[in-house]
């Protein structure tokens, strides 16, 4: 199982809209809705972001939004902060095991 | 609130086995719940290890299935990871995680464990 492969970096100005997206295969991404975001600052754990391709945890800004369309989800963060500036990561439930993304760079310029 | 805590040796030697343990406050072991061991290398992504759930069925990923065991110690409330036969490849920071309120997603993390392979 390769990972899900991700863009290195996306950048953005504060307000703009930024989207990454996650392709996977029929294995992973394309047969399950269980797809989940995770942003991580340097030197901190991961901290879920979206679930279940769509679904924020309590405490999460609605700027930040999921979606999938076949073997490729996406994350959205609508209205750049200076804080959203941080590397993201998707995972996938793959049947017994999970998958994570190779990772994007997220600048807020 | 559900807290975990790794814990373990920050020095490993190669061709030996790395052992780490999570600490799980505020629940226990036995709510029905996955408990999972992800790993980050130096500057590199994330990897997801393996599950186990309280019954002791486990989970693993399978590029680390043959060197890889994940327990339970419900009498202590923790779950372990055992890693043999490890190289400079090897490290990493390990996290524990679980997914709570997320059935599919880790909702809970520990602080991680900087683990090095060297002699």
């Known amino acids: 199982q390769s990972a899900l492969t991700q863009p290195r970096s996306v950048s953005g100005s504060p307000g703009q809209s930024g989207t990454i997206s996650c392709t996977g295969t029929?294995?992973?991404?394309?047969?399950?809705?269980?797809v989940s975001w995770y942003q991580q600052h340097p030197g901190k754990a991961p901290k879920l972001i979206i679930y279940d391709v769509s679904k924020r945890p309590s405490g999460v800004p609605d700027r930040f939004s999921g979606s999938k369309s076949g073997n490729t989800a996406s994350l959205t963060i609508s209205g750049l902060q200076a804080e959203d500036e941080a590397d993201y990561y998707c995972?996938?439930?793959?049947?017994?095991?999970?998958?994570f993304g190779t990772g994007t760079k997220v600048t807020v310029l | 609130q559900v807290q975990l805590q790794e814990s373990g040796p920050g020095l490993v030697k190669p061709s030996e086995t790395l052992s780490l343990a999570c600490e799980i406050s505020g629940v226990s072991i036995s709510s029905h719940k996955w408990w999972h061991w992800v790993r980050q290398p130096p500057g590199k992504g994330l990897e997801w290890i393996g599950e186990?759930?309280?019954?002791?069925?486990?989970n693993y990923n399978p590029s680390l299935k043959s060197r890889v065991t994940i327990s339970v110690d419900k009498s202590n409330n923790q779950f372990s990871l055992k890693l043999s036969s490890v190289t400079a490849a090897d490290t990493a920071v390990y996290y524990c995680?679980?997914?709570?309120?997320?059935?599919?997603?880790?909702?809970?993390w520990g602080q991680g464990a900087v683990v090095t392979v060297s002699s």
């Open positions: 029929s294995s992973d991404v394309g047969g399950y809705n269980y």
């Open positions: 995680a679980t997914n709570q309120a997320a059935n599919f997603g880790f909702d809970i």
């Open positions: 186990i759930y309280h019954s002791g069925s486990t």
């Open positions: 995972c996938s439930y793959a049947g017994s095991l999970y998958i």
